[in-house]
């Protein structure tokens, strides 16, 4: 069955770093589109980051641009996220996702495109 199992979150202060990763299973890794999503307390989750199937392009919202690196190696199923110059606004389980490259651009980090979740990890930067 299909399997992602996110890792790295944790504490840190703000303007500290975390990497958080993903390793995927159960279904050809390399036909899906990856992203990363968030879900603050309180608020509806949102994509931060995406990444097209061969680790480019890559996409990012707004608030994350320039801080956060998403990147991908197809070989091990594995999916990274590189977060810099972290906030408290950057608080949240973060999520990774799958789907279908098939269906159409990567390019959208639309939360229902998404078919494969895995269960979350938590990041909390304090001020």
């Known amino acids: 069955q299909v399997q992602l199992v996110e890792s790295g979150g944790g504490s840190v202060q703000a303007g500290g770093s975390l990497r958080l990763s993903c390793v995927a299973s159960?279904?050809?890794?390399?036909?899906?589109?990856m992203g990363w999503f968030r879900q603050a307390p309180g608020k509806e989750r949102e994509g931060v980051a995406g990444?097209?199937?061969?680790?480019?392009?890559?996409y990012y919202a707004d608030s994350v641009k320039g801080r956060f690196t998403v990147s991908r190696d197809n070989g091990k199923n594995t999916l990274d996220l590189h977060m810099n110059s972290l906030s408290a606004e950057d608080t949240g389980m973060y999520y990774c996702?799958?789907?279908?490259?098939?269906?159409?651009?990567?390019?959208?980090?639309?939360?229902?495109?998404?078919?494969?979740w895995g269960q979350g990890t938590q990041v909390t930067v304090s001020s």
């Open positions: 996702a799958a789907r279908y490259r098939g269906w159409g651009s990567c390019s959208t980090l639309w939360e229902a495109h998404f078919g494969y």
């Open positions: 159960g279904y050809t890794y390399s036909n899906y589109c």
């Open positions: 990444i097209d199937t061969r680790g480019v392009p890559t």
